[in-house]
């Protein structure tokens, strides 16, 4: 396929470039990127770029500092060199989950980073399940935030499960639980969760009913995975069979599940996932990413 835009992509997620690279049979778009000797972001984009459509994909997530500044210097450099228009395509939207004030003197991080975007000059966002959906409202320009769930429930389906129950670790995300359950013809159940601090969460009332059944644990993003872990301990005590999970952001997947309840992960590949990981399975996001650019290109 020949196209009329430009894929640029960030050093985030080298796997991911490759894969979007490969689904929409483009070739990626030159550019150079360096750290200079103090730490700052150097980059020179290598086409020429004038009057053209231009996508940038960055994930926000591992090193999201140092992501989040590349991709607004990137943009930036873009815009400079005469860039009619550029989508940022955003895997992982990191800094989502601070989306409020939920106690005093804290930022709306979510916020910041809408208008840093929009500040560098960036036109559209891409994404997908965003960590609450009013993410959307602080940005002036589109946002398309995609689903993952019909990827995972695709793969979920043929997993063997038993009786499956969906349940959800938080009651914040019961909208998320029922519509899995929907999508896999199941009841589902909630978790009662309560965030101590940053690193630490208590679990401990299940509303619903886990007993002699295979649970799946949903959510949209694991971090260190101590949410699930709770989870899971919850419905083992309430004599649950297996227990699964299927999260859309896996963060920290190397470490975050070792030694819990849970037997096997399902993830997308928003984030870069690294090390040892026999319990995780991933499925691509790339076709999906794909297919919203191609439609943007011809305005469906
Ligand atoms: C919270 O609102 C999210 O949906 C996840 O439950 C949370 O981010 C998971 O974090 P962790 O894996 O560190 O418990």
């Known amino acids: 396929m020949s196209s009329t835009y430009l894929v640029f992509a960030g050093t985030s997620h080298p796997g991911l470039s490759k894969q979007l690279e490969e689904a929409l049979s483009v070739k990626l778009g030159?550019?150079?990127?360096e750290t200079f000797p103090d730490g700052e972001i150097g980059v020179r984009i290598l086409e020429n770029v004038h009057g053209r459509d231009v996508f940038v994909l960055q994930t926000i997530a591992r090193q999201p500092n140092l992501y989040l500044m590349e991709l607004l210097i990137i943009v930036d450099a873009l815009k400079r060199s005469g860039a009619r228009f550029v989508t940022a395509v955003i895997p992982y939207f990191g800094?989502?989950?601070q989306d409020r004030k939920g106690t005093e003197r804290v930022p709306i991080t979510a916020k910041l980073v809408a208008e840093l975007l929009q500040k560098a000059g960036v036109g559209y966002v891409i994404t997908i399940d965003l960590h609450s959906e009013q993410i959307q409202g602080f940005f002036?320009?589109?946002v398309e935030n995609l689903f993952g769930r019909p990827l995972l429930v695709e793969t979920l389906k043929k997993w063997q499960l038993e009786r499956p129950v969906v349940v959800c670790p938080d009651v914040g995300n019961i909208k998320l639980a029922r519509a899995f359950a929907e999508d896999l013809g199941t009841s589902y159940a909630v978790v009662d969760k309560r965030r101590v601090n940053a690193k630490q969460v208590e679990s401990k009332a299940l509303i619903g009913d886990v007993a002699g059944r295979d649970v799946i644990l949903v959510d949209d993003i694991s971090s260190t995975g101590r949410t699930l872990r709770e989870a899971a301990k919850v419905?083992?005590?309430q004599q649950a069979n297996r227990i699964v999970a299927a999260v859309t952001h896996g963060l920290l997947m190397h470490t975050a599940l070792k030694g819990s309840a849970?037997?096997?992960i399902l993830i997308t590949n928003t984030v870069d996932l690294q090390g040892d990981n026999?319990?995780?399975?991933?499925?691509s996001v790339a076709p999906l990413f794909a297919q919203a650019i191609?439609?943007?290109?011809?305005?469906e």
Do not use: H, T
């Open 30 to 33: 030159k550019i150079q990127i």
């Open 95 to 97: 800094y989502g989950r």
């Open 140 to 142: 002036d320009i589109p």
């Open 235 to 237: 419905c083992k005590l």
């Open 262 to 264: 849970i037997e096997k």
């Open 278 to 283: 026999n319990f995780v399975d991933v499925v």
């Open 294 to 299: 191609c439609r943007l290109q011809i305005n």
